[in-house]
């Protein structure tokens, strides 16, 4: 399976601020995800990265809180904008997950906003 | 929208006693995968079932895929100190739409 690194693996950050998450694929990949999970919480998706074009956001997420850029087959940013303390959370970026294909998560940023 | 429910949330067993985890959907899957995630550490696949009626498994760990595809349960005999985590089942109602995860349960053992 795919290798996928993740960085920063966590961050603590103060309200206001944006971050930017990493996530490398040592392969290319067609479908990318970034999912949250709130601290005790399943998995939420956010959003599916789209290589050469916008992200497609699923209900609740918008762009303009969570951009994304997928610049290539094997890397994608998720940036978390104008943080607030409910912004604290994990965020995974994933491979794979359409139809019968697994998913394959990166280690996860654990963003904490005071 | 589809639904994925997991029950129990929770669960604490004494090392040795067995484990089970229900997993529904309130659509039809086209298949069900299981993931574990271990405290401080990120989902990792464990299976997927894709037939009807099919069991499947790996070591102690016991999976079934109900008849009707709505349905999916995860059997641990014998539980370890190394089974903790939660564990959560996933699913996409037809081929090619994104995975659904259930609400997950968390399995904690006693030594």
């Known amino acids: 399976s795919a290798v996928i690194s993740q960085k920063p693996s966590r961050d603590i950050c103060q309200r206001g601020t944006s971050l930017t998450i990493q996530c490398q694929v040592d392969s290319q990949v067609t479908m990318m995800f970034w999912y949250r999970q709130q601290p005790g919480q399943s998995l939420t998706l956010i959003a599916t990265?789209?290589?050469?074009?916008?992200?497609?956001?699923e209900s609740g997420f918008v762009i303009d809180k969570f951009p994304i850029s997928r610049p290539n087959l094997t890397f994608s940013t998720l940036t978390v904008s104008n943080m607030s303390p409910e912004d604290s959370s994990i965020y995974l970026c994933?491979?794979?997950?359409?139809?019968?294909?697994?998913?394959?998560f990166g280690d996860g940023t654990r963003l904490s906003i005071l | 929208g589809q639904q994925v429910m997991q029950i129990p949330q929770y669960q604490h067993v004494q090392e040795g006693e067995d484990f089970t985890t229900y997993c529904n959907s309130s659509?039809?899957?086209?298949?069900i995968q299981w993931y574990k995630q271990r405290p401080g550490g990120h989902p990792v696949f464990l299976i997927q079932l894709v037939k009807s009626g099919e069991v499947k498994k790996q070591k102690r760990l016991t999976f079934q895929f109900g008849e009707a595809k709505k349905n999916s349960s995860l059997h641990i005999t014998a539980t370890q100190t190394t089974d903790v985590g939660t564990y959560f089942c996933?699913?996409?109602?037809?081929?090619?739409?994104?995975?659904?995860f259930g609400g997950g349960t968390r399995l904690m053992v006693k030594p």
């Open positions: 994933s491979v794979g997950g359409v139809g019968n294909q697994p998913q394959h």
């Open positions: 990265a789209n290589q050469g074009s916008e992200a497609t956001y």
């Open positions: 996933a699913g996409p109602p037809n081929a090619g739409n994104m995975l659904t």
């Open positions: 659509t039809t899957l086209s298949n």
